[in-house]
């Protein structure tokens, strides 16, 4: 049987529509047989996620997607096959909850400066208990009909150069690369997009595992770029949707991003060796 396995998305215990369940259900429905749930700094997801993948006959991959800082730019970096139980993954993603609560201050101070009408208390109410962030934030603007849609958030006040953004506390990549592999995961770049070169490498030298040769963000020049990385380097690959359902408006993405069996079972093989030599 081909099974298609997406490795990469989001629920609502990050900045995703949709609760785990109803995001598998999802999934299933447009043909995934294995989804990694990789919520933005938080694992909080993915016990619902397991307990129902069951029930359905799915498999789930645990994740987390961790933003990270290189010479002033952002890069995004999956953690894969995670143990999200790891006392010292579940003490760091803390850490970040509460620095982004500050952050998210920050920023809607800066829109009421900027004379938008926009309260804390009502950005926290649609995080819930995530960890709080631009999205969130961008929602309220577009239900206070303050901006046209959740992309003119971005332009207008939100975007990394837009009048109201404060920057997230700066993660190093070999800090988010070790923790990963101290939960004993896989780290993978996640959407490269246009790179240049010798950054690219000195990420790779941070002790990368693999990267997402294939995103909806990325054209099919940036795949045959990064399928050519893997191979020169050595290193896995990954596919994944990104799919968050909601003001995103991803959805015909869903079902379209995905790694065979045969590529999940690779990957498998390569963490199996990477923990016994560990132990050895
Ligand atoms: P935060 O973690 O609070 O910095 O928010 C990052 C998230 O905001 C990303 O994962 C995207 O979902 C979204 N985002 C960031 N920049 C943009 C943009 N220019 N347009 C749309 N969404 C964006
Ligand atoms: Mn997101
Ligand atoms: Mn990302
Ligand atoms: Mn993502």
Same mark, same amino acid.
């Not at 609502?12 to 785990?20: I, M, V, W």
């Given at each position: 049987?081909?099974?298609?396995?997406?490795?990469?998305?989001?629920?609502?215990?990050?900045?995703?529509?949709?609760?785990?369940?109803?995001?598998?259900?999802?999934?299933?429905?447009?043909?995934?047989?294995?989804?990694?749930?990789?919520?933005?700094?938080?694992?909080?997801?993915?016990?619902?996620?397991?307990?129902?993948?069951?029930?359905?006959?799915?498999?789930?991959?645990?994740?987390?997607?961790?933003?990270?800082?290189?010479?002033?730019?952002?890069?995004?970096?999956?953690?894969?096959?995670?143990?999200?139980?790891?006392?010292?993954?579940?003490?760091?993603? @803390?850490?970040?909850?509460?620095?982004?609560?500050?952050?998210?201050?920050?920023?809607?101070?800066?829109?009421?400066?900027?004379?938008?009408?926009?309260?804390?208390?009502?950005?926290?109410?649609?995080?819930?208990?995530?960890?709080?962030?631009?999205?969130?934030?961008?929602?309220?603007?577009?239900?206070?009909?303050?901006?046209?849609?959740?992309?003119?958030?971005?332009?207008?006040?939100?975007?990394?150069?837009?009048?109201? @953004?404060?920057?997230?506390?700066?993660?190093?990549?070999?800090?988010?690369?070790?923790?990963?592999? @101290?939960?004993?995961?896989?780290?993978?770049?996640?959407?490269?997009?246009?790179?240049?070169?010798?950054?690219?490498?000195?990420?790779?030298?941070?002790?990368?595992?693999?990267?997402?040769?294939?995103?909806?963000?990325?054209?099919?020049?940036?795949?045959?770029?990064?399928?050519?990385?893997?191979?020169?380097? @050595?290193?896995?690959?990954?596919?994944?949707?990104?799919?968050?359902?909601?003001?995103?408006?991803?959805?015909?993405?869903?079902?379209?991003?995905?790694?065979?069996?045969?590529?999940?079972?690779?990957?498998?093989?390569?963490?199996?060796?990477?923990?016994?030599?560990?132990?050895?």
């Amino acid at each position: 049987m081909f099974r298609k396995y997406d490795l990469h998305s989001h629920t609502k215990f990050s900045d995703g529509e949709y609760s785990p369940c109803k995001l598998l259900q999802i999934a299933k429905n447009r043909g995934i047989y294995g989804l990694a749930i990789t919520d933005h700094d938080t694992v909080d997801g993915i016990p619902e996620a397991i307990e129902c993948a069951k029930s359905i006959k799915m498999e789930v991959i645990p994740g987390v997607e961790l933003s990270t800082r290189l010479q002033g730019l952002e890069f995004h970096i999956l953690g894969l096959f995670i143990d999200y139980q790891n006392i010292e993954l579940l003490e760091f993603l @803390n850490s970040l909850k509460n620095l982004r609560v500050e952050r998210a201050k920050k920023i809607i101070e800066n829109l009421q400066s900027l004379g938008i009408d926009i309260s804390f208390d009502e950005v926290a109410e649609i995080a819930k208990n995530s960890p709080i962030g631009r999205p969130h934030i961008a929602q309220i603007l577009v239900k206070k009909k303050i901006v046209t849609d959740f992309y003119q958030a971005f332009h207008k006040y939100l975007g990394d150069y837009a009048p109201a @953004n404060e920057l997230k506390v700066e993660l190093q990549i070999p800090d988010a690369i070790k923790l990963i592999h @101290n939960s004993g995961g896989l780290a993978f770049l996640a959407h490269p997009g246009r790179i240049d070169k010798p950054i690219l490498d000195e990420i790779i030298a941070f002790g990368l595992d693999g990267i997402e040769i294939c995103h909806p963000s990325m054209g099919k020049a940036f795949t045959k770029r990064y399928t050519e990385i893997t191979k020169t380097n @050595n290193l896995l690959k990954s596919i994944g949707s990104d799919f968050h359902g909601g003001a995103k408006d991803d959805y015909d993405t869903m079902g379209k991003y995905f790694l065979a069996e045969s590529d999940i079972l690779y990957i498998k093989k390569k963490l199996k060796r990477k923990h016994s030599e560990k132990v050895a």
